[in-house]
């Protein structure tokens, strides 16, 4: 089971850290992601942190302000979203085990993928 946590309203130029804990699994032994959903538009894979090598990859629609991390420790993971704009208000989706492709880069779930329930961004002054 995947939860996520920590979306909210914030105001544009903000920060907000969403979070995602996982259980009955190990998030380490999967690739893992971080997808969205705006309304009316499809569902899109912003970041991933590949299975075994733990290199990470996003999508240029968020590159240079949003980072990717894993708590081990905690079997979470963790979306930074800095200078955030209207245009980032969406639904946010953790996912595990899923491709995750570096160059170029890509999220693709599979039928195995597990995904949270999603959390809500809302940008908005």
């Known amino acids: 089971q995947l939860v996520e946590s920590g979306g909210g309203l914030?105001?544009?130029g903000t920060s907000l850290r969403l979070s995602c804990t996982a259980s009955g699994f190990r998030l380490v032994d999967y690739a893992v992601a971080w997808f969205r959903q705006a309304p009316g538009k499809e569902r899109e894979g912003i970041s991933c942190i590949a299975?075994?090598?733990?290199?990470t990859t996003y999508a240029d629609s968020v590159l240079g302000r949003f980072t990717?991390?894993?708590?081990?420790?905690?079997?979470?993971?963790?979306?930074e979203m800095d200078s955030l704009t209207p245009?980032?208000?969406a639904l946010y989706y953790?996912?595990?085990?899923?491709?995750?492709?570096?160059?170029?880069?890509?999220?693709?779930?599979?039928?195995?993928?597990?995904?949270g329930q999603g959390t809500q961004v809302t940008v908005s002054s």
Do not use: F, G
């Open 10 to 12: 914030v105001q544009p």
């Open 51 to 55: 299975y075994q090598s733990d290199k």
């Open 68 to 79: 990717i991390s894993r708590d081990n420790a905690k079997n979470t993971l963790y979306l």
């Open 87 to 89: 245009e980032a208000t």
């Open 94 to 115: 953790c996912a595990a085990d899923l491709n995750c492709q570096l160059t170029p880069s890509s999220m693709t779930p599979h039928r195995r993928t597990s995904w």
